[in-house]
């Protein structure tokens, strides 16, 4: 009963938090100055110029006072209308979710790669406490947390330039727009294309992005393994599973594991939400689709539309992330209360 009341307590947090957000980016937005008429008229010049921004305001809503915008602005958040896009004049919740898979797909590979080889390092280390694979692990894990990930990114970048690196080959590119995309995960819709060309060609390019995305929750996952290892194994159960001659393997397995798993799944969850964030930046480096590149244009071209929806989108996205991890956590240890 006390996991069923922090699990609907910690849900309506969220759900009133996500529409302050919306109601705080809008107004953020909304007062900045630049004007989208001016963007959505094709910046007009000349003696109709201004009847065309007139009319590109009124059929935008700002013409509107500030109130009525946000009341109408949140009835069609609701319904699913987010807008048309200003600069791309497409609608904007579709914008927003095919660039938010695309970034998607960056995290996605960065958690296969940074969750197993952290599970690995730091199981290693906590089982060579004090030795010298123990120190190098460590001051590995230091090293990987603390280098920004945009120049670990441009630092990869510049290793891979001169090897004709770039979102897709040349040989499968122009092949690409032969199908469209389902899912916005280009590896995912080029299995689902039968085009295993495509697919590897992605799938070894997204790779180095990836790399230099997991280096952080590598570097501060390994490290709360480590510790949290280390502690289960001074704890009486473990040293008697030791004591009866158990193989390593299966007290690590059996015994230590089960032990951390709420502190994991709760950190996963936090870093899921940094990476996402971290993303936007490293796939400019690599020259990617996703919220990040979509949200630059946005802000250059006053696609205010486009920048609310990003923002709240993104916003959702963690706190629903930040709010499973923390009902995972209430779930596996029933001493978390709100």
Do not use: C
Not at 148 to 170: D, E, N, S, T
Not at 257 to 262: C, E, K
Not at 282 to 310: H, K, M, Q, W
């Amino acid at each position: 009963m006390l996991t069923l009341n922090y699990i609907a307590k910690r849900i309506v947090i969220s759900t009133l938090l996500i529409f302050g957000i919306v109601i705080l980016t809008f107004l953020m937005i909304q007062l900045t100055p630049g004007d989208p008429a001016i963007i959505w008229a094709g910046k007009p010049r000349g003696p109709g110029a201004t009847a065309a921004i007139a009319r590109a305001r009124e059929y935008l809503g700002l013409n509107l006072p500030l109130y009525q915008r946000l009341a109408l602005y949140m009835y069609k958040f609701l319904m699913g209308d987010w807008g048309l896009s200003v600069e791309f004049k497409q609608p904007v919740f579709h914008l927003v979710v095919r660039n938010f898979m695309a970034s998607l797909e960056i995290v996605v590979y960065a958690f296969a790669v940074a969750v197993p080889l952290s599970l690995w390092l730091g199981t290693r280390a906590a089982l060579s406490r004090g030795g010298l694979g123990d120190k190098t692990i460590y001051f590995l894990s230091v090293v990987l947390a603390g280098m920004p990930r945009f120049l670990v990114a441009v630092l990869i970048f510049l290793m891979l330039y001169l090897f004709g690196y770039g979102y897709l080959g040349l040989r499968v590119s122009p092949k690409y727009t032969t199908f469209s995309g389902l899912t916005g995960m280009i590896t995912v819709d080029s299995l689902i294309a039968g085009r295993l060309d495509i697919f590897l060609d992605a799938f070894l390019r997204l790779i180095p992005a990836s790399i230099a995305l997991a280096t952080y929750p590598m570097g501060v996952i390994t490290r709360v393994v480590r510790v949290s290892l280390s502690e289960t194994f001074e704890e009486e159960y473990v040293r008697q599973a030791i004591s009866i001659g158990l193989p390593r393997k299966v007290i690590v397995r059996r015994y230590a594991y089960p032990n951390i798993v709420s502190v994991v799944a709760q950190l996963t969850g936090l870093l899921f939400s940094y990476m996402l964030l971290e993303t936007m930046v490293v796939e400019n480096v690599f020259s990617r689709e996703g919220l990040g590149t979509l949200t630059s244009r946005a802000i250059v071209a006053s696609d205010y539309p486009v920048v609310i929806g990003a923002t709240v989108f993104t916003s959702i996205v963690l706190i629903v992330a930040n709010t499973i991890a923390d009902i995972v956590q209430a779930v596996t240890n029933p001493r978390v209360q709100l």
